[in-house]
């Protein structure tokens, strides 16, 4: 039940709009969240979470298929859709039932509503006037088209791909940033045959060059074709399949799935009558504290600059109500936000690629080593797996790190995590790490962008 005025209202409740609003009433202040849809957000109800239920599936199977390099035979496994799809479900179930949870312990009010501003200090939801003094947008994005080809019918956006009911035979992916290629490698391995099309000259095309060739040979080696330089034309949708040309190839597949960027979610929120400015690029305008424009008016999320992502979402949400109560904040360094696929193999990074750090003029020093350098990988079942430095050879500092293979989302944490409490790679070297973990790996990495690799 909402009240008519609050101290903090929050438009959206995607992993920005709920950890802002959280912060908001740990701070003491009146909280609501206005939600059209789903507790919880896209992040959790069709994009992040779902999407990582699917690839967990997938990683199970590929596990049980590799027992045998282990001593453990086992048939053919069998996949039953059906169940991966419940399961899906229960696991973003659990998330936003959480979430909910939350909201009751913190007593933040949920308004289910689509929100709009209305003039100062004010929005309208529910056909209702609500006053609050602080408003936080955080409406996410929306799936983006690509040039003349439009979604519709057997023409889907990646949310759409992972609430999947039957598993395809054959689908086809345009683009292999990180959506896409997550895409790609659930579905190849749960057994469809897929084509993967990026029009760039590799796969994952943000990552570091050395990276990306890594992920793409191991990308290879599941049910897939990857075409990089690749666009694909020509896109007609019939009754079942959708036909497409690419290099002057005729392409066919069961789903064509469009996984090329995405676009704030801003038409209904009329913030041009609030005084709410775009910037260049058509994302809300914020300054560091994640003001926007209008006073009392801050943005989150994808709505505004910085990678899409949802823990810069949920931080950017705290720095704001932080400023709204009078607190002390710092802006986000977007560049050591960590970044992740998951892949198979995973990807992670935060930072500089070496291209970048080259061209933006450091004295480079790259430390560089596999998986099998260290016993965990070989005890693990990894050895191809590959840990990146990029430093800074004056005082060592991180520019950037880059990791492919098993559990790379999670070690990528440790170097972010030194990086931003301002050690370097030479501490990292000299940091004692548990064995036989990955983490060594990591540690070697350190050693030898310091020039003293031990294991390699
Ligand atoms: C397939 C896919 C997989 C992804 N995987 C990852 C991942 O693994 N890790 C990661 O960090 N990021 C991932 N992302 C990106 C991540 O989902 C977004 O960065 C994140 O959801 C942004 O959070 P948000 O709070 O800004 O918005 P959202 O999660 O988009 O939530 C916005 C909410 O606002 C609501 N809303 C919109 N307009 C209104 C209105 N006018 N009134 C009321 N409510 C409104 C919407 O219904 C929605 O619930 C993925 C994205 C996709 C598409």
Same mark, same amino acid.
């Given at each position: 039940? =909402?009240?008519? $005025? ?5 438009? #959206?409740? +995607?992993? /920005? !709009?709920? &950890?802002?609003?959280?912060?908001? %009433? ?111 947008? =955080?409406?996410? $994005? ?5 040039? #003349?080809? +439009?979604? /519709? !019918?057997? &023409?889907?956006?990646?949310?759409? %791909? ?111 009558? =609030? ?12 300054? /560091? ?134 050690? /370097? ?32």
């Amino acid at each position: 039940m =909402a009240d008519s $005025s609050y101290d903090c209202v929050v438009i #959206g409740s +995607g992993p /920005g !709009g709920y &950890v802002a609003a959280i912060r908001a %009433a740990q701070l003491g202040m009146k909280t609501a969240v206005v939600e059209k849809d789903r507790v919880g957000g896209r992040c959790l109800n069709y994009a992040c979470i779902p999407a990582k239920a699917v690839l967990r599936v997938a990683d199970v199977l590929s596990e049980v298929r590799d027992a045998d390099d282990y001593g453990i035979k086992v048939p053919e496994p069998e996949i039953d859709f059906g169940a991966v799809g419940e399961r899906r479900q229960r696991v973003v179930k659990t998330l936003t039932g959480g979430v909910s949870g939350l909201f009751k312990k913190n007593k933040v009010d949920v308004i289910e509503s689509e929100g709009a501003l209305a003039g100062a200090k004010k929005i309208v939801a529910g056909g209702e006037e609500i006053a609050a003094n602080t408003i936080v947008l =955080a409406t996410g $994005s929306l799936k983006r088209p690509i040039p #003349g080809v +439009g979604f /519709g !019918g057997r &023409v889907i956006g990646t949310e759409e %791909a992972w609430a999947l009911t039957e598993l395809p035979r054959t689908m086809a992916i345009v683009g292999a940033g990180a959506s896409g290629t997550e895409i790609a490698s659930a579905f190849a391995r749960l057994g469809t045959d897929v084509l993967l099309f990026e029009l760039l000259d590799r796969v994952l095309p943000t990552e570091d060059a050395d990276i990306s060739k890594a992920a793409e040979r191991g990308l290879k080696r599941q049910n897939m074709k990857i075409h990089t330089n690749t666009p694909v034309q020509e896109v007609q949708a019939r009754e079942g399949t959708v036909r497409f040309s690419y290099n002057g190839e005729a392409g066919e597949a069961e789903w064509l799935v469009i996984a090329a960027g995405r676009g704030p979610d801003i038409e209904a929120l009329g913030l041009e009558g =609030a005084g709410v400015r775009l910037d260049a690029s058509g994302l809300v305008e914020v300054d /560091g504290a994640m003001r926007t424009s209008a006073e009392g008016i801050y943005a989150i999320g994808d709505l505004v600059h910085g990678p899409a992502l949802a823990h810069k979402a949920s931080d950017e949400g705290i720095i704001a109500v932080e400023d709204a109560a009078g607190l002390d904040t710092h802006p986000l360094e977007y560049v050591d936000i960590p970044r992740a696929t998951f892949c198979t193999p995973a990807v992670a990074s935060f930072g500089l690629t070496e291209t970048q750090a080259r061209e933006h003029g450091h004295d480079v020093v790259v430390g560089k080593v596999q998986y099998g350098a260290v016993g965990a990988g070989t005890v693990y079942g990894d050895r191809t797996g590959l840990i990146k430095i990029v430093g800074e050879s004056k005082y060592g500092e991180l520019l950037g790190a880059h990791i492919v293979g098993s559990k790379a989302t999670e070690l990528i944490q440790e170097l972010v995590n030194v990086r931003v409490l301002e050690g /370097g790679y030479p501490e990292v070297a000299r940091i004692v790490h548990g064995h036989p973990t990955l983490s060594e790996g990591v540690m070697e990495a350190a050693r030898a962008a310091d020039g003293w690799l031990i294991h390699g």
